[in-house]
């Protein structure tokens, strides 16, 4: 991927960020295949990520960071992503957990979690609930009034990198209205090892317990002060565009050197395989060009940024399992094998059409749209 002239490139005044994050990338590549077969938190890449200045950045000036732009906090995220997705997969939850405590918290507090993270603290989401994941700002769970703030009893999943965190953005039910909290990991927390997963392996995005835990009353986050997006719903799509470049880099690499037997010509000179390469070219630009187009509008604190993700994700999460696939047909049997990157990157190529909002439910969304607005012509 490169940063280009179009209106969605990363402003010209962030491009050292880009190649920071280039440098920073080819050393996680090198490590992907290993952390995945171990299933180990990469916390060499996340402290090589803070190291660079990158956590920082993310932060508004006010609190002592650069206020990067989300055209370029996208552009960082896809180099690494095609790296290394898990470390990618962290880094997005742990920069959203901390802009959203940061941006929703009052004052002092807010001033409190923008220290933590220039300090190299670790941030996570506890937001999503077994019974209704895709409804992650939606809690079912309720937190019941104490002295101090509020008792929470239930359970969060996909929890990536908890094990090292040391605050967590929560919420839960507070008379009858979603609430968010900022809360440091104690003793009525239980971390569930159930993370035996197919794809994103070293995210580690355990189920977590909470039984009692109180939910301090000083850590409640007010409602947001403005339309500035968060994170990682800005950044989803961008998980999917990298592993989609990860894929067609696998895949073409093993076209380009192998060779069809029966004529000795390279796989890549298959005339099948140059219109299923320009397929896929195709589906990954219009991703990319809409994820764009989505920072975009993120940047402009604009209202359209939340109908352009719901178009965004979908496509990158496609186009992501559409090249991986297509690279598992070109790789043959030898792209089954452990030694090959195309088994791992098809593995986690499956997993951003699960995160929240779902393909499906994107899809639900755009469908009722569409033809409610068909309808009403």
Known sequence: MTVSAHPFAPPAHEAHWVVTARELATGFAATAAELDESAEIPLANLRALHASGLDAATLPEEHGGQNLSYRTFGAVLRLLSAACPSTACIWLMHIGAAGGLVQM?????????????????????????????????????????????????????????????????????????????????????????????????ASRSQLLTFDGTLLRADRRCLPPSGPRPNHIAAGLAYLSLGIADAALAALTEHARSRTIPTTRQPLSDMQWLEFEAADAA???????????HSMWLADQNSPGFIGSTVRAKPLANEAARDIAQLGVRVGGGSGYLRTSPIQRIFRDAQAGGLMAYSVEVCKAHLGKETLTALANE
């Open 105 to 201: 918290s009052a004052p002092e507090a807010a001033s409190f979690y923008a220290d933590e993270l220039k300090a190299g603290k670790r941030f996570a989401n506890a937001l999503s609930e077994p019974a209704c994941g895709n409804l992650f700002l939606l809690p079912q769970q309720t937190a019941e009034p104490a002295e101090g703030g509020f008792r929470l009893t239930g359970a969060k999943r996909f929890v990536s990198g908890c094990e090292i965190a040391d605050h967590f953005l929560v919420n839960a039910l507070v008379d009858g209205t979603p609430a968010f909290f900022g809360h440091a990991p104690d003793d009525t927390m239980t971390y569930v090892p159930i993370w035996d997963t197919m794809g994103l392996r």
């Open 282 to 292: 195709l589906k990954l630009d219009a991703a990319a060009m809409y994820a764009g």
